[in-house]
């Protein structure tokens, strides 16, 4: 049995794994069952009641109360079992405890962006507590996204506007990939996250150590790259030099672009001011106006370095 479901399901590392795997299986082999039975009743009756002589009529039956209440209410209590454990595991999934640590998640195209309530914001990778409930209390910044944690059994929309929410407690230290499951855009696909289950004490030196990273004295550049990391520009620019989604910043500042409309700038201060805010003022030739405006999302700081790390990859 437990053979059987490593083979099918990935690991379970939530406390409600177990039961929604217990009602995965519990489906799938009754259904088994089912298929096996009628299966061989089928080829039994067919080889049975094959005509034999060419004079043979088959008798008038009209009907059989007991074949007929049988073949309902098997199948009726069956599925009233399955709808009762299904509901319970939802009903679990859905009211999070009252001292559940709670973690605001942003979906951005093509990235996760985490925020703690102290403050610190941790882009791609959720750090939490293990043995402790965690709520998610998501949306999206752009286009619908979907949260899905297949390690823990839980899948969840995130909707720009709106607070969706999710809770999980991972009772041991590990690794959890996120996945995003709504087709999203041209990122989509590489919209991959990463959940770090740690003991107590080491959650609580990552919250402080996060915490001064975000702190005013932080050399520009060093921020920058906090900010590139965090707001998910790393999804769709590299610094080493590759084309993503986007251009890479490997040589960008100072150097001559060229635009879709044929004009071409050189990548100065301004330039990479108005290519933050206002991404598709400028269109760099070879790339499609994909990047979202960061205008009201990164304060003047935030985008003054963000310009001073562009700037160090030469
Ligand atoms: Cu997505």
Redesign the pocket.
């Known amino acids: 049995m437990e053979r059987l479901k490593d083979y099918f399901l990935p690991e379970s590392a939530s406390t409600f794994a177990s039961d929604t795997d217990g009602l995965f299986m519990f489906i799938n082999i009754s259904g088994g069952l089912l298929l096996l039975g009628i299966t061989i009743a089928l080829i039994w009756f067919s080889w049975k009641y094959k005509r034999r002589r060419e004079d043979e009529v088959t008798p008038v039956i009209r009907h059989s109360t007991i074949l007929e209440v049988t073949w309902t209410v098997i199948p009726l209590v069956l599925i009233l079992f399955v709808f009762a454990w299904g509901f319970r595991g939802w009903a679990t999934m859905r009211n999070a405890p009252a001292d559940a640590y709670e973690v605001y998640v942003t979906?951005l195209?093509?990235g996760w962006q985490f925020t703690y309530p102290n403050g610190v914001i941790s882009g791609t990778e959720l750090v939490v507590p293990a043995g402790r409930p965690v709520r998610l209390i998501m949306q999206s910044r752009d286009?619908i996204?979907?949260f899905f944690v297949p390690d823990f059994r839980i899948k969840q929309d995130l909707m720009p506007n709106r607070y969706t929410t999710a809770w999980f407690e991972a009772p041991e230290p590990g690794e959890h990939v996120i996945f995003?499951t709504?087709?999203?855009?041209s990122g989509?696909s590489a919209?991959l996250g990463k959940v770090k289950v740690v003991p107590v004490a080491e959650f609580e030196t990552w919250l402080t150590a996060e915490k001064a990273k975000t702190e005013g004295d932080l050399p520009l550049a060093e921020l920058g790259r906090n900010v590139f990391n965090q707001q998910g520009c790393m999804a769709c620019h590299s610094v080493d030099g590759s084309a993503g989604i986007g251009p890479t910043f490997k040589g960008l500042a100072g150097s001559q672009r060229s635009f879709t409309d044929g004009s071409s700038a050189t990548a100065d201060d301004n330039y990479l001011r108005e290519s933050i805010l206002r991404s598709n003022a400028k269109v760099v030739a070879g790339f499609a106006p994909a990047m979202p405006s960061y205008q009201g999302v990164l304060s003047d700081r935030q985008v003054d370095a963000l310009i001073a790390f562009i700037k160090e990859q030469q």
């Open positions: 979906g195209s093509f286009v996204h979907s995003c709504e087709f999203c855009g989509h919209m």
